[in-house]
């Protein structure tokens, strides 16, 4: 197996890393492996025997230089000064086919001296969990870490449920850089590290980006931009905690995460979450919250600090509005206008509405609106009848608004019940529901495998998710 690494973080001071081999684990087995991502990174795999080696961690292919990475964050709202990579170890980075650098990461290879209490490991469920939802929310379009390879480690993991199997997942990303990574130099005034940092994020995300503030007003129009593209297909990711917030804009760390499937603006999944601070309308809010930590990191750097708090001010405060626009750029093609005005944000809300008030379904109402059956998603047909009347005006001079809808409007989404059932079937030894899922979610906009969007029936309703770790 060869993987053509390139790598700069391991070139960054000491201070940012601890070099760390993974731990070897008893009997490595693929149990997923991305083909088309491997392609895409230049990867060659002749032995898969080999290749479930590496992925378990047990070798450490050529040129990679294995590490885990210094971070901090706020959670929950509160400052933790030291998190770091617990229970994953970045094997290295690659240029891909299209030019751009990625890391190669292995998620539950052991510990790591940013363990803490934890095991470095990961179990089954949440493996399979970030494998499947990363790689849907791909195919949907959305900037996203992916999934390369899963497999399973014939170790036992402990957890309140009890013995569970053991797992790691590859994962790739445009980078492992979080706020929390700049948040761990800026709190402990090491201001050379964070400059330093603040150059290699601005080089490797965003060349085109004038100094700090350059770097943060990119960052805050990837997080718009994100934040909406999560709206846009009922999305709660569920721990927008600032160690899990991406520079460059990646939805990453698919912890308690869900797809809603009945919409409430006020739904939280995660049973970490009492108090709804992550609940899917609170999310705008967190981002700028999280966007604001960003701010405050990179001015510690800042010469003329008066004039940096001014602008970086600015820049935090403008964020509302850009979320506000991502959204309707994300919504409208969703009932079919392509060209949006101010106007159709209350129509869209309207909707949005009536489907909160009969807990009508997000993605089949949606994507029922291109074919004349959207009053079967709601209970209410006579209200939404009313809403349809004003909207079918609105859409008449639209050039195509069925076509604008279907690629708009997933026919499928990763639901909680199904992933609930692949886990449940992986760990008796049964693969094929996962493959078949990954399948599905691999061409969401087409109509593949219509049985596995199926809302849930009331039995197979998931509550809540759980951390995963
Ligand atoms: P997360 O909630 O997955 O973003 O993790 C928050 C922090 O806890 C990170 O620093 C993780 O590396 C760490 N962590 C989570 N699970 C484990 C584990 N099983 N062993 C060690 N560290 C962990
Ligand atoms: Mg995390």
Request: hydrophobic fraction near 40%; charge should be negative; glycine fraction near 6%.
């Amino acid at each position: 197996m060869h993987i053509p690494f390139d790598n700069s973080y391991a070139a960054l001071p000491d201070a940012f890393y601890t070099r760390q081999n993974p731990t070897p684990v008893k009997e490595p087995q693929l149990i997923g492996f991305n083909e088309d991502l491997a392609q895409l990174l230049g990867i060659e795999v002749d032995d898969l025997e080999q290749a479930a080696q590496v992925f378990a961690g047990n070798l450490v292919p050529d040129n990679a230089a294995p590490l885990a990475q210094l971070y901090a964050g706020h959670q929950f709202g509160n400052y933790n000064p030291q998190l770091g990579d617990g229970r994953a170890i970045l094997l290295g980075e690659v240029i891909d086919t299209k030019g751009t650098r990625r890391d190669i990461q292995l998620k539950g290879s052991g510990p790591t001296p940013y363990s803490r209490m934890g095991d470095g490991r990961a179990w089954l469920g949440p493996v399979l969990r970030e494998y499947v939802v990363s790689e849907a929310m791909h195919a949907l379009g959305i900037p996203t870490t992916r999934a390369l390879a899963a497999v399973t480690t014939g170790e036992p993991i402990f957890r309140e449920q009890g013995a569970l199997p053991g797992a790691i997942l590859t994962r790739v990303a445009r980078s492992h850089l979080r706020v929390g990574t700049f948040q761990v130099f800026a709190h402990r005034g090491e201001i050379e590290h964070l400059k330093t940092l603040t150059q290699y994020a601005i080089d490797r995300h965003y060349p085109n980006a004038d100094g700090p503030m350059g770097l943060l007003r990119a960052v805050c129009a990837a997080q718009a931009d994100l934040i909406a593209a999560w709206m846009s297909v009922g999305f709660i990711h569920g721990v927008m905690n600032t160690d899990n917030c991406s520079i460059a804009g990646e939805t990453i760390d698919y912890g308690p995460c869900a797809f809603m499937d009945a919409f409430h603006s006020g739904r939280v999944f995660s049973s970490i979450d009492q108090q709804g601070r992550y609940a899917f309308g609170n999310q705008p809010n967190i981002a700028v919250w999280n966007m604001a930590q960003l701010a405050t990191s990179l001015l510690q750097q800042m010469d003329e600090k008066e004039t940096a708090v001014e602008e970086a001010t600015e820049i935090v405060h403008a964020m509302p509005t850009q979320i506000e626009a991502a959204w309707l750029r994300r919504f409208a093609p969703k009932v079919g206008i392509s060209n949006p005005q101010p106007d159709d944000v209350e129509l869209i809300e309207n909707l949005l509405n009536l489907m909160q008030a009969d807990g009508a379904d997000f993605t089949n109402t949606f994507r029922a609106l291109a074919t004349s059956d959207v009053q079967d998603q709601f209970t209410d047909r006579a209200a939404v009848n009313a809403w349809a009347m004003i909207w079918k005006q609105r859409i008449a001079h639209e050039p195509d608004p069925t076509a604008c809808m279907n690629t708009a409007n997933p026919a499928i989404i990763p639901r909680n019940h199904r992933i609930e059932q692949i886990i449940d079937a992986a760990v008796a030894n049964d693969l094929a529901p996962f493959e078949r899922l990954t399948k599905a979610l691999s061409q969401p906009f087409k109509e593949t495998d219509a049985e596995l969007n199926r809302p849930p029936t009331q039995s197979e309703i998931v509550p809540a998710t759980f951390c995963g770790t």
